[in-house]
């Protein structure tokens, strides 16, 4: 069974520091994604960064970076220079066979 | 590009009466999924359509059923609404095949029951 854990309900960072949410995952798939998404208090799912199961490298998007750990099964997203607007729920996500598996999410908030 | 389409934003029904959700895909894409998103329960998944046939789908009874047309538009149907169906619903869409992993959200609809 494909499984998501995200162990910090909520965490807070001082603006322009880095920030680090953990997400660790279990599949028996030998090919996966593994994804995160920003969700503000309005509600839509904000794509932010993928990470392909076979990628040798480790995923950035601008100030996002997935710090990707095949043997751990850990998927981490580091939010470098935080900003006021980084204050939302994150969630990690994992692609199975037609579907996707949600993380219980991490509320970050950043202090100004 | 136009994003992912989902009517109505909000909705409020009674105990007992049906829902129709609607969600219009991103153009080009043929994969819909459908999520339910409560406090206590996170984000879980419902069903997923491609190409007008439900190819996946979660463990939710059958009062939650689902369409998809031949435009890639999709519906969700809840029966007999209970208070414990309150919740946002948001779908997504995708290519559908390959490596088309990423999905792209909808708004989502909030749905109150009374």
């Known amino acids: 069974a494909q499984k998501i854990t995200q162990t910090q309900p909520g965490m807070f960072v001082q603006e322009k520091e880095a920030v680090t949410l953990d997400c660790t995952y279990d599949?028996?798939?030998?090919?996966?994604?593994l994804f995160w998404y920003k969700q503000p208090s309005s509600g839509e799912m904000i794509f932010l960064i993928y990470?392909?199961?076979?990628?040798?490298q480790n995923a950035t998007e601008g100030r996002y970076s997935l710090n990707f750990q095949k043997a751990r099964k850990s998927a981490n997203l580091v939010i470098s220079a935080s900003q006021l607007g980084d204050s939302a729920m994150y969630f990690c996500?994992?692609?199975?066979?037609?579907?996707?598996?949600f993380g219980t999410g991490t509320r970050l908030k950043v202090l100004a | 590009k136009a994003g992912v389409t989902q009517t109505p934003r909000y909705l409020i029904k009674t105990r007992g009466q049906q829902v129709t959700l609607s969600c219009s895909p991103i153009?080009?894409?043929?994969?819909v999924s459908w999520y339910q998103q409560t406090p206590g329960q996170g984000l879980q998944f419902l069903f997923e359509?491609?190409?007008?046939?439900?190819?996946n789908k979660g463990n939710f009874p059958g009062r939650f059923s689902g369409r998809q047309f031949s435009n890639s538009r999709s519906e969700m149907n809840v029966s007999t609404l209970e208070l414990g169906d309150s919740a946002l619903y948001l779908c997504?869409?995708?290519?559908?095949?390959?490596?088309?992993?990423?999905?792209?959200f909808g708004p989502g609809t909030r749905l109150t029951v009374t």
């Open positions: 996500a994992m692609s199975g066979t037609y579907k996707y598996i």
């Open positions: 599949t028996s798939d030998p090919s996966y994604g």
């Open positions: 990470q392909g199961s076979y990628d040798q």
């Open positions: 153009s080009g894409h043929r994969s």
């Open positions: 359509y491609f190409s007008e046939t439900q190819r």
């Open positions: 997504a869409s995708n290519l559908g095949t390959g490596n088309s992993y990423e999905q792209y």
